[in-house]
């Protein structure tokens, strides 16, 4: 059927979005030292992210070191951590709800009511891609304005780390699956449209029998 397929293709691309939305929350790879300039002889590199900022040396040794207060880290970092974190929790919530409607459980055992549960987990896994998507996008904004910005020493300007390029992934996958769940939902996916046949008439002899020997 349709609409299982649907289903089925909907939930890996969307628990494949929530996985990588949780690795790139945990990443401090959002802002990476740009070598430029004077810079390229650095021998270090510098890694912020959400939850903490990483020295990697020339040698391969790496210090981290957890941020002390949310309050300390610039808007947009705080914006990320806050929208990322609700975006992995929607994430587990629409997994849960999209499980009990789905086709292959017995949770539920009403067709109709399914239907509308796998829906509102399609829309819970949109806006999940939502919000993962608009700190990612505001971030990736600064860096750039930041970067081009030439009162900013070279010291202190960043690149797009390799944690934003897998939210930015997380985030299609997230909106492709969730849409796909709700696209199981229509009537055409889920054989809505009843068949119709035309009745035929029986025609029955009424002439008399007549027996040979």
Known sequence: MLSMFLESLGMALCLAGSLLVMVACGLPMWKVTA???????????????????????????????????????SQDLQT??????????????????TLAGAQCTNCIQEEA???????????????????????????ANNIIVDFHNPQIPPSKKREIGA??????????????????????????ARGGYPIKYTPTKSITSNGDKKHYV
Not at 80 to 97: P, Q, S
Not at 114 to 137: A, D, E, N, Q
């Open 35 to 73: 070598f430029i300039d004077s810079n390229i002889v650095v021998a270090q590199t510098i890694w912020d992210g959400l939850w903490m900022s990483c020295v990697v040396q020339s040698t391969g040794q790496m210090q981290c070191k957890i941020h002390d207060s949310m309050l300390s880290l």
């Open 113 to 139: 009511l399914k239907g509308r549960i796998v829906f509102t987990g399609g829309v819970l896994y949109i806006f999940s891609g939502l919000f993962v998507l608009v700190p990612l996008c505001w971030m």
């Open 163 to 188: 944690a934003i390029y897998i939210g930015w992934a997380s985030a299609a996958l997230l909106l492709m699956g969730g849409g796909l769940l709700c696209c199981s939902f229509s009537q055409g």
């Open 80 to 97: 990320a951590r806050a929208l990322t974190v609700i975006a992995a929790v929607f994430g587990v919530l629409a997994l849960a709800v």
